[in-house]
C-alpha cells in the first residue's frame, strides 16, 4: 500500500510554489508519492480564467519530470464538471483500492472547506495534510483540533499563480517564480495571449 498525497490546483501555470509544497510533503511526511491533481474546473472559479488543459496539462509533466515521487494526475478530465474534490476521491479510491489517498491543502483553502461539497463525508474518509499560507483567513473552530486534520509548519515559497499570470500580461519579468522548462514553455506556445 501506498500513501498517495493529492494535491488539486488547476496549476494555471505551474510554479515553483507548487513543488515547494509537493516535494516537502514527499520528504518530511508518511507521503510516499504526490499526484497533481490538474483539474478541469474548480466550482469556485469562472471557466474563463483558464488557459486550455492541455498547456496546464503539459507544463505539469514538464515541471515533475525527473522527479520520481512526483505524478501527473488527468483523472478529472473523465469525470463531470464542475469538479467536486469529493467525486474525484471516490473515483480514484475505487480505481486503486490498495492505496490509501490523503488531501494536501493550502490554509487558505481550509478556511473554506465548509463551504465545499460533501466536505463532511471527506473528513470521515480521508486524511487532510494542510500546509501554511500567509494569506488566509481564520480556520473554523471544530477544524483546529479535528483528528483528520495534520498541520505542517513549513516555509514554502510564497507564489500565486494569478501573479504569474499578471507578470505575463504586464510583460513584467516572473522568471524566478517558475522553472525554468516552464518558462520556456510559455515563450514557446504563448497560451496566456
Known sequence: MKNIGLFFGSFNPIHSGHLAVAEFFTKKTSIDEVWLVVS???PFKGKNELIEMRHRMAMVELAIKGKS????CKEELDLPTPNYTIETLRHLKNKYPKNKFALLMGQDNLAHFNKWKDHNQILDKF??????????EK?????LKHPKINYFEASLMEVS???IRNAIKNKKSFTNLIPTKIHDYLQKFNPYH
Open 139 to 143: 480556520i473554523p473552530q471544530r477544524l
Open 40 to 42: 478541469l474546473q474548480s
Open 161 to 163: 499563480a494569478s501573479e
Open 127 to 136: 486524511q487532510l495534510f494542510v500546509y501554511p499560507r500567509s494569506e488566509s
Open 69 to 72: 515521487k512526483l505524478k501527473a
